[in-house]
């Protein structure tokens, strides 16, 4: 993928200064569900030069079966995820939102980080530059367990090379109700200040 200052070049100007970052935010809830608001909160409050799109995971993405087609071809499905590896493709930042289930992702985010294993298979299937990577999720308890999905997320970054920055968590969606608006918005300034001065820092 190059050197990192190559990689980071892509998100710079020739100004110097940090240009356009694509982010593609995969949210991982129910349609319009607290996930989702989530999402569209944290949107809302991006600065000036982000250029975010969230795309709601559909629950007709077939599961992984691990016949290994994709070790010399395609994958033998062709659903949403063809979408969605090509939006990764275009991204320079991914988040993953998804509501916290038995201490781990919803069982559609799942499907879809298995589903990369076509492009696991076939890496030449993403382009060579600079991606970071977090999750942003909702718990109905109070004190959630993140590990699990901070390992999941994790090792997907390091899988295909990209750079990490720490997670987010709205909790006590269950039993006080909690409006996630107001944390995510929090966030996106916490995130975009973060991925900025990585790149500020090797440029």
Known sequence: MGSPAERVGMLISESGDI???????????SPNGKTFRMCQSFVSALPEGWD?????ISDGIAHCTGCNRCRTGDC?????????????????AVIFATPIRFNGPSSMMKTVIDRFQSVWNRPDRL??????????????????????????FRSFCVAF??????????????????????????????????VSGIISAER
């Open 127 to 152: 382009s060579a530059r600079r991606r970071f990577f977090s999750f942003m999720a909702t718990a109905g308890s109070e004190d959630p367990n993140l590990a699990p999905c901070t390992t999941i």
């Open 76 to 92: 033998v499905f062709h659903d949403d995820m063809d979408d969605i590896i090509g939006k990764m493709d275009a991204a320079d």
């Open 19 to 29: 240009g356009t970052v694509k982010l593609l935010i995969l949210s991982g809830g």
């Open 52 to 56: 975010a799109s969230i795309v709601q």
């Open 161 to 194: 090379g990209g750079t990490w920055v720490e997670p987010f968590c709205v909790t006590g969606t269950d039993q006080n109700g909690t409006d996630p608006a107001g944390p995510a918005k929090d966030y996106a300034a916490q995130f975009t200040r973060a």
